[in-house]
């Protein structure tokens, strides 16, 4: 799954915006579990990254609608 940039965020609507949220969480599960079982992560930075972009879409949901 590609990560967001804060562009492609504003585009989506809020029910997209949920979805991929949803999605993310199940992914960064998905990578503590490989992580704390001892197991290589496919990319070491994966999870970092999908922490940043949970808060992007955090953040632009919390933002005041103009």
Known sequence: ???????????????????ELDKLKQELIRERAIASAGGAPESP????????????IKTIQKEPKK
């Open 45 to 56: 930075g994966r999870i970092g990254e999908i922490r940043k972009t949970v808060a992007r």
């Open 1 to 19: 799954m590609a990560i967001l940039r804060t562009e492609e965020i504003r585009k989506m609507n809020a029910i997209e915006q949920i979805e």
